[in-house]
């Protein structure tokens, strides 16, 4: 029996509209392939477009190998963000226009070229960078108490839900990311370090692996998109009153207030 590509998505974009979690479409599709569920996720994000809002960055998430364990995988997934997904550097996160918000740091990528093709590396990725800056990935699974199996989340659009950028930008050519340290604060208590080695031994490995995962697809990114790594640390949820802060080394501190 064919997967209802086009009702599952319409299910997430309705969670998303309604702002209520839904139940994992692995409930109802047991066998629910990763291709398909790619699928769904492409049903989903052409639906925004379509709607007039375009893509203007992607993310990968899974990156490290404790989450891979988690999750009984063996490579990361990335999912794609929309231009009204972005909160503006400074600018509050509205909590009540998501289910259930977390927030976690990550290192983004500003591509000043295309990158696109089977055989991208991390030096390719460098290269066609024009900026990395710190940066805020904003999660909301549209699975109650993100229970969900790797196939939902990829479906899920990887969760994605919003990213603010951070004000310092630079060339990543001579700066080693794998050293690039951040620190993460809940409410001014510091709950998790980590640097830019946790996500795939290089930031910039992770940004390739989706590159050469997109053209299998026939896809790829474009000049001006942002990209953001993956994870450089445990998320935290957060609700109305509190304070995020990540503090990166050499990419500035970025603050977000939630109201």
């Excluded at 229970?147 to 899920?156: G, L, R």
């Amino acid at each position: 029996m064919s997967t209802d590509i086009q009702g599952l998505a319409a299910r997430l974009l309705n969670a998303v509209e309604t702002r209520t979690a839904t139940t994992p479409l692995t409930n109802e599709v047991p066998d629910l392939s990763v291709e398909d569920a790619y699928r769904i996720q492409d049903a989903v994000v052409q639906a925004r477009i379509d709607s007039g809002l375009p893509m203007v960055a992607a993310k990968l998430g899974l990156t490290s190998e404790a989450k891979q364990r988690q999750m009984n995988v063996s490579e990361p997934l990335y999912g794609r963000l929309t231009s009204d997904m972005l909160v503006d550097t400074g600018q509050p996160l509205h909590v009540d226009r998501y289910i259930q918000p977390r927030c976690e740091p990550e290192i983004a990528f500003l591509l000043g070229k295309d990158l696109e093709g089977p055989h991208v590396s991390a030096a390719h990725v460098l290269d066609a960078t024009s900026l990395v800056l710190g940066a805020i990935d904003i999660l909301d699974s549209r699975f109650a108490g993100y229970s969900f199996k790797h196939p939902d989340v990829v479906a899920d659009n990887a969760s994605c839900a919003g990213f603010t950028i951070g004000p310092v930008g630079l060339d990543p050519k001579g700066l080693d990311l794998r050293l690039v340290s951040v620190s993460l604060e809940h409410n001014g208590r510091r709950v998790h370090t980590a640097s830019g080695a946790a996500v795939m031994g290089h930031p910039a490995a992770s940004v390739a692996w989706m590159v050469r995962a997109l053209a299998k697809r026939g896809m790829g990114l474009r000049a001006g998109q942002i990209v953001l790594s993956g994870s450089l640390t445990e998320a935290v949820a957060v609700k109305p009153g509190d304070v995020v802060t990540a503090r990166f080394s050499g990419l500035g501190t970025i603050e977000v207030p939630c109201i």
